[in-house]
């Protein structure tokens, strides 16, 4: 894998921000914005997808450590069933923005699409989590986020699998959705 960019050597405050779960049938969606040193390093950062889950778990450890501020972000199946999916991505994602402790100059947003935040310069990156270290650091804080909410869910619900699946639509997921029934976390507005 070639070397995550850390552009923030560009002597610009800037923040990665990314979501997860945009894709489930189940769960809310979460996202994250992360603002890195210059001299954040870790040579298993990358998209979360290309990343082991006990990796990420490592990973998020090391970035809450050593971020100089993150914040981290969700929208519940409910506003999302009222808004639509991408609404609720760049909702989650202003939220996550929201709670950082220093105010970035500009945004990176991995994807095609993004709704301003507060004036703030945004660039939008396809697959920036995978060529971004800041990018790419949201993007395993709100995987590792939202897997851990979906855990606990699933000790609510075990039969949908959600502690492995996490909410994606799996056969297993599939086949317990027509044996139980839809819960009070499911989609309602997703398409299969």
């Known amino acids: ?6 552009t923030y050597q560009l002597k610009v405050a800037e923040a990665g921000c990314d979501e997860a779960g945009r894709g ?3 769960g809310p969606v979460f996202a994250a914005a992360v ?3 210059t001299d954040f390093y870790h040579p298993l950062l990358n998209d979360s ?3 082991k889950e006990k ?7 090391y970035i ?3 971020a100089i501020s993150y914040g981290v972000s ?3 199946n409910e506003e999302i069933d009222k808004i639509n999916i991408l609404q609720a991505s760049f909702k989650a994602m202003h939220k996550a923005i929201a709670k950082l402790s220093k105010v970035p100059e500009l945004l990176l947003i991995d994807g095609n699409r993004f709704v301003p935040y507060l004036g703030i310069l945004h660039k939008c990156i396809i697959k920036g989590d995978g060529k971004y270290a800041n990018i790419a650091a949201a993007s395993i804080l709100a995987k590792t986020y939202r897997d851990e909410y979906m855990k606990k869910l699933s000790d609510e619900y075990p039969m949908y699998g959600w502690h492995k699946n996490k909410g994606y639509g799996t056969l297993i997921h599939r086949n317990a959705i027509e044996q139980h029934g839809l819960t009070p976390y ?3 507005s997703f398409k299969i």
């Not at 894998?1 to 850390?6: D, E, F, W």
């Open 74 to 76: 969700m929208v519940d």
């Open 186 to 188: 499911h989609r309602k």
């Open 55 to 61: 990796d990420r778990d490592l990973l998020r450890e």
């Open 24 to 26: 489930c049938y189940a």
């Open 49 to 51: 997808k290309q990343v």
């Open 35 to 37: 603002i890195l040193p």
């Open 1 to 6: 894998m070639a070397s995550l960019i850390n």
């Open 64 to 66: 809450e450590t050593y």
